[in-house]
């Protein structure tokens, strides 16, 4: 499809979903094989496996109150998507969420809290978080808001609500870019795709509270930049192992070990690959190389997919993937409705 297609909406919010469900087999695995995960993604295809349906973990979980949230008050409503969050934890408190979130979960379903960002600011001693949290949840931004301005401060906003150090909600912001520009079909061109995410987030990494955050975490001057200056030295190669990519990007639950990554996963993915099957779609490739990163695979897988749907397309997903996760299909619908409402605005 042109750019903004009914079909890229569908791919991505479906893919992120497939991404989270399949990649759970995985999380928190420190080495896997390839033949497993391929094991694993054949299993799909097998009916007479029974392999039951995948549950989708936290991170759905809470894309889907973004989505909702989005959907029913047609903008940004940071009361209304608190609540939800809240109200989903108090419902399902059992879907893999972060150690540290569920404080602030907790403490956004009192009735009594005037400001719903001050729990986010209360977490690490005031320093916030930094996990991919933010992130995981960031694709809808991109999918109601067609200027990008718009999905920069509300995909920072809606991040904030349990992520407040800047690495954690610039994750956000950089993940919500990506599937903007994917959806626009910037990935026919990954060079420019890549220099565009890193001139964004220049700016975006050049305020005062990123520089301050990264400071006292001793991480580079821009971390996310730096980060997305390796994967373009990365994208270049031609060959390049697993394990480089887990030294160089990471493939932890920090926003700056995992965002950058998924990126990378998609751009690697574009073309065939020789440790993946030919017969694979890039889309395929792409959730499956994920996995094959082992560490926080869920999320990672999350992210890529919807980042990697709104560039190849509904089209690209198998349906006996669809068919065996769990909020696929709900996903699908609520693609169609954010669909019109980013062509209404
Ligand atoms: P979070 O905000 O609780 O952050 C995740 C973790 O990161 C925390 O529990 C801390 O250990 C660490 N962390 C974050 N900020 C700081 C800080 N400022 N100082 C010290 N430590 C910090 O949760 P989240 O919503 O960001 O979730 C991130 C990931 O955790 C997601 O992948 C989610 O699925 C979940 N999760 C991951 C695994 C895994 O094995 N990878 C397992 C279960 C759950
Ligand atoms: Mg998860
Ligand atoms: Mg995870």
Request: hydrophobic fraction near 40%; charged fraction near 20%; include cysteine.
């Amino acid at each position: 499809g042109g750019p903004a297609s009914l079909s890229r909406f569908r791919g991505a919010l479906v893919a992120a979903v497939l991404g989270d469900c399949v990649g759970g087999e995985f999380e928190g695995a420190e080495e896997v094989p390839m033949e497993s995960v391929l094991q694993h993604l054949n299993s799909l295809d097998d009916e007479t496996k029974g392999t039951g349906i995948l549950e989708y973990s936290d991170d759905t979980a809470m894309a889907r109150c973004v989505v909702q949230s989005l959907l029913t008050r047609a903008s940004f409503d940071e009361q209304d998507m608190a609540r939800r969050f809240a109200k989903e934890y108090s419902a399902s408190p059992g879907r893999g969420y972060g150690a540290g979130v569920i404080q602030v979960l907790k403490k956004l379903s009192s009735p009594h809290l005037s400001d719903v960002y001050q729990p986010a600011r209360d977490q690490f001693n005031g320093r916030g978080s930094f996990g991919n949290g933010g992130a995981m949840r960031a694709a809808p931004f991109a999918l109601a808001f067609p200027d990008l301005a718009n999905v920069k401060m509300y995909a920072r906003l809606g991040a904030m609500l349990t992520h407040s150090c800047s690495l954690g909600y610039n994750g956000a912001v950089l993940q919500a870019l990506a599937v903007h520009l994917s959806l626009q079909g910037a990935l026919d061109l990954p060079q420019q795709f890549i220099s565009r995410l890193i001139t964004e987030m220049e700016e975006v990494e050049s305020e005062e509270a990123a520089r301050n955050d990264a400071r006292i975490l001793k991480e580079a001057e821009k971390p996310l930049c730096e980060r997305l200056h390796r994967v373009r030295d990365l994208m270049d190669r031609s060959k390049i192992s697993i394990e480089e990519v887990i030294s160089e990007l990471g493939n932890g639950i920090a926003a700056l070990h995992s965002v950058p990554t998924a990126i990378f996963c998609v751009l690697h993915c574009l073309q065939p690959r020789e440790c993946l099957p030919e017969s694979y779609s890039g889309l395929e490739r792409t959730i499956a190389y994920c996995l094959a990163l082992g560490g926080d695979t869920d999320t990672i897988a999350c992210m890529a997919g919807a980042i990697a749907g709104a560039h190849y397309g509904i089209e690209a997903i198998p349906q006996s993937w669809i068919k065996c996760c769990e909020g696929a299909e709900d996903a699908d619908m609520n693609a169609k409705r954010l669909h019109m409402l980013y062509h209404q605005s």
